[in-house]
């Protein structure tokens, strides 16, 4: 900025483990978001490595880190993300299409995870025909549907009143404690942080505490 260097993350070291619900915790630019794109693949780091299982992925091409999301990632956004034109059914099935999977398995697949979350009711329904919990409901359900290693929900809860917010947190976590996936949270709110075995507190870039919430960890993989 100008001559200046501006830091979004200074000296963060973590290691997140596989089947574990981690939250990253802070205000406004405390550099959670800029931590959480980095994991993802969505960012670069200028300095340092991000390691998963082993593979460092912030030295992959555009084209390979694309396609490591595409098989190893899902995500769940505070605004839902939703093509408009397309009801449930198709939002959740549209990843599966870069996978290769042939049209009658996706459905089948989309339609299994959206009854999972609760939506039967709602499978030809558009985003505008869909409350905001509901919407968000699609969204984990396109999140989840192939069961990816990893899940990041970026302030999954932030557009949601405070009842929707806890079903959709526990529906969250259920589904990844019984696949065994890594669900990363990112929120500003406390409230949300209590669903996460360990919470990492972010401030002006840097890891200020993390905070366990079960004495039990699971077994770590590289991270």
Not at 67 to 92: C, H, M, P, T
Not at 196 to 205: C, F, H, P, W
Not at 214 to 221: F, L, T
């Amino acid at each position: 900025m100008g001559g200046e260097n501006i830091y979004a993350l200074k000296d963060v070291s973590l290691d997140i483990y596989r089947g574990e619900i981690l939250c990253l915790l802070g205000t406004s630019g405390s550099g959670k978001s800029t931590l959480l794109n980095i994991v993802a693949g969505l960012d670069r780091p200028t300095s340092g490595s991000i390691l998963i299982n082993g593979l460092d992925i912030s030295k992959l091409s555009e084209e390979k880190i694309t396609k490591f999301r595409q098989l190893n990632v899902g995500f769940v956004f505070q605004s839902y993300n939703l093509i408009g034109n397309l009801n449930a059914l198709e939002n959740v099935s549209l990843g599966l299409i870069f996978k290769g999977i042939e049209k009658k398995k996706r459905m089948e697949d989309a339609e299994k995870i959206l009854r999972e979350v609760g939506l039967e009711k709602r499978l030809y329904h558009r985003p505008n025909e869909m409350s905001g919990g509901q919407q968000q409901r699609v969204s984990i359900a396109r999140a989840f549907v192939d069961k990816p290693p990893i899940v990041f929900a970026d302030e999954p809860t932030g557009n949601l009143d405070t009842t929707t917010s806890i079903e959709i947190m526990a529906l969250m976590c259920k589904i990844a404690r019984e696949n065994n996936e890594t669900l990363i949270i990112v929120t500003h709110d406390p409230e949300t942080s209590v669903y996460a075995d360990r919470i990492v507190e972010l401030r002006d870039g840097s890891i200020i505490e993390i905070t366990e919430n079960q004495a039990k960890i699971p077994k770590k993989v590289e991270a």
